[in-house]
C-alpha cells in the first residue's frame, strides 16, 4: 500500500527566509506527486506536480519542488518566503485515481 | 485550472436532522468525484468515492447508511449526512476527478456544525 509522511508537523521561519518542506512516499510504481497548499477554512490549492520527465518542476507563486527517486522524496521549496506564505501544505500521491495525502506542515512565517 | 463548487459552505443542524451538501464540476464532467472529512489541524480523510451513475465506494470505517452519496450526473455528487449528530461536526471537503489530466479539483469545503 502507498503512503506518504510529511516528517514536519509545524515549520517557522522568517520572512524572505528560504523554505525546505520535506515529503517522503512509499509506492512500488512511478508516483504521480502534488503539493497543495489550504489556508484555514479553504480547500485546497494545487501549487505543481510531478508525472514524469524533468525532476525539478515549478509551481505557482515561487514554489518548486524536487522529485528524488533515489530517495523516495518530493521536496517542496521557495527561496524566499512571504507572510502570505503562512498556511498548511500537504503532499500527496496519486495511486490509480486516488490521492494519499500526509499528514501536513503548517507553516507559520515570522516578521 | 478546473472549478468546483460546494453548496452550502457553512451549515448548522440540530442533533437528529439530516443535511446535504453538494459538490459540483463547472467547467468539465467528471465520472469520479471523491467526499473527504478534515478534522482540525489534521489531514484529509477519505470516505469515499463516487461514481456517477453507480454506487459509491466507502472507505473502511465510514457509515454508508450514514453518510449518503449520489452521484446522478457527471457534474454533481451530493453528500447527505443523515440523523446528524455532534460528533459529525467537521469540514467536509468535495473533488472532482479529470481523467484528461489525472488531477483532483477540490472544493471549497463546508463546515458543519451540529448542536
Known amino acids: 500500500a502507498q503512503s506518504v509522511t510529511q516528517p514536519d508537523i509545524h515549520i517557522t521561519v522568517s520572512e524572505g527566509a528560504s523554505l525546505e518542506l520535506r515529503c517522503n512516499y512509499s509506492y512500488g510504481a512511478t508516483p504521480y506527486l502534488f503539493w497543495y497548499v489550504q489556508s484555514p477554512g479553504q480547500g485546497l490549492q494545487l501549487l505543481l506536480k510531478?508525472?514524469?520527465?524533468?525532476?525539478l518542476v515549478q509551481g505557482i507563486k515561487g514554489f518548486e519542488a524536487e522529485f528524488k527517486r533515489s530517495q523516495s522524496s518530493f521536496n517542496l521549496r521557495k527561496p524566499s518566503v512571504h507572510w502570505s506564505d503562512a498556511a498548511e501544505y500537504f503532499c500527496?500521491?496519486?495511486?490509480?485515481?486516488?490521492?494519499?495525502f500526509g499528514g501536513g506542515t503548517r507553516l507559520m512565517v515570522k516578521p | 485550472g478546473a472549478v468546483v463548487s460546494q453548496h452550502p459552505s457553512w451549515v448548522i443542524c440540530k442533533s437528529g436532522t439530516s443535511v446535504k451538501i453538494e459538490c459540483r464540476s463547472l467547467d468539465f464532467q467528471a465520472t469520479t468525484m471523491f467526499w473527504y472529512r478534515q478534522f482540525p489541524k489534521q489531514s484529509l480523510m477519505l470516505m469515499a468515492t463516487?461514481?456517477?451513475?453507480?454506487?459509491?465506494?466507502?472507505e473502511q470505517g465510514v457509515e454508508k447508511d450514514k453518510f449518503l452519496i449520489n452521484h446522478a450526473s457527471l457534474t454533481l455528487s451530493t453528500l447527505t449526512v443523515t440523523s446528524a449528530h455532534p460528533e459529525d461536526s467537521s469540514f467536509y471537503i468535495c473533488?472532482?476527478?479529470?481523467?484528461?489530466?489525472?488531477?483532483?479539483?477540490f472544493g471549497p469545503g463546508t463546515r458543519l456544525t451540529v448542536t
Open positions: 463516487s461514481n456517477e451513475g453507480s454506487k459509491a465506494t466507502y
Open positions: 510531478y508525472f514524469s520527465g524533468d525532476t
Open positions: 473533488s472532482a476527478y479529470r481523467d484528461s489530466n489525472y488531477e483532483q479539483y
Open positions: 500527496a500521491l496519486n495511486a490509480g485515481n486516488m490521492l494519499t
